[in-house]
């Protein structure tokens, strides 16, 4: 009888090691799937934080592509028209929520955003230099064209 019991107590050790053993196999399989997932998941949110700063980037740059653009296309017209044309034009301070300047040149407008340059040409007739703010575009006889800030 007494052989019985110390074969019973060593035969249930074993299963309560082995109980405990898959325990600790199972927690460690658990938190290693729950690492993977964190790694994926920090390294997607990486790709779209990226992605986000480019697209934004992009847009601030069509902004003021456009902004020259329009700048330029209002001088061309000032240029063609009858002496006596007059417009009052706002340019604003910030392009989306990034800072710019904005300088003429003989020939060109010429805005500046985080280093990079985008030239705009104006025509010859164009005296004055644009600024933020009101600026005036007239056109007092047939061979010149002024901007002058308000």
Known sequence: MLMIIKFLIKFFRGWV???????????I???LMVSLAMVVMVMFMGVVLVLTHDYSEEKNINRLQDLGYALQSEL?????????????ILIPEKAGDSEYSIT?????????YRGAEHLFAMPNITSGAFQKGNNKISKPNENSVIITNS
């Open 17 to 27: 090691s082995i109980i405990n053993e898959r325990k600790a196999q199972v927690a």
């Open 29 to 31: 399989e658990f938190m």
């Open 76 to 88: 061309i017209l000032a240029a063609e028209v009858e002496p006596g044309y007059e417009r009052t």
């Open 104 to 112: 003429c040149t003989a020939y060109d407008i010429v805005i500046t």
